[in-house]
């Protein structure tokens, strides 16, 4: 059987976990490839709701919640997956035609903005944690849904927000360190 195209391995540059340039970097690419299986259970479990609303007329009450609550978790994630693997959104017709030693200063640049960014999320992220787990006086409680269901996902989504955006902080500064070493050499 001949191969097909989708069957060959990857060559090794394309690989997402030899483009990962640190130790939190291929860590994120291996959670990441771990973590892509839940896709497959949003689909899952979305067609048991409609099977059950639809064949059955018996809805459930926490699919959707819980299928939005993973997906929304997931593309958060994406984001350090995409930075990790340096398949993030640059604009090529710029970075690719110029020398290295300009792209290593694009780089740096992008890091440099990437860090004000990245600090006032943190502090919008804290601020919007803050409110979702404590209330004013202080007390834990966690913020919920509203629904008949009534989880805590909007909680535990606004925390994860929190701690991605710690996550790539880290990571930039990470790059950061790195292409500056590298400005050295080239």
């Given at each position: 059987?001949?191969?097909?195209p ?6 090794a ?9 640190n130790a ?18 949003v689909?899952?479990?979305?067609t ?14 926490w699919?959707h919640?819980t299928?939005?609550?993973?997906g ?6 994406g ?18 035609s ?8 694009l780089r740096?640049?992008?890091h440099?903005l ?6 006032m ?13 404590f209330?004013p ?9 509203g629904?008949?269901?009534?989880p805590?996902f ?6 994860f927000i ?19 070493r590298?400005?050295?050499n080239?």
């Amino acid at each position: 059987m001949p191969d097909t195209p989708e069957a060959l391995p990857l060559p090794a540059a394309e690989r997402d976990e030899d483009l990962a340039s640190n130790a939190l970097d291929r860590g994120i690419v291996w959670l990441g490839s771990k973590l892509s299986i839940l896709f497959a259970v949003v689909a899952i479990v979305s067609t048991y709701e409609i099977v059950m609303r639809y064949v059955f007329d018996d809805p459930t009450t926490w699919v959707h919640e819980t299928a939005t609550f993973i997906g929304a978790s997931l593309f958060i994630f994406g984001g350090l997956y995409a930075f990790a693997s340096d398949k993030h959104v640059r604009v090529v017709l710029i970075y690719d035609s110029v020398s290295e030693r300009a792209q290593c200063w694009l780089r740096i640049l992008h890091h440099l903005l990437g860090l004000g960014f990245s600090g006032m999320m943190l502090y919008a992220g804290w601020t919007m944690a803050r409110k979702a787990v404590f209330t004013p006086w202080g007390a834990l409680r966690l913020e919920t849904s509203g629904s008949a269901w009534n989880p805590p996902f909007p909680a535990y989504l606004k925390v994860f927000i929190l701690v991605a955006f710690a996550v790539l902080t880290l990571q930039l500064v990470l790059h950061l360190i790195r292409d500056l070493r590298q400005l050295r050499n080239v």
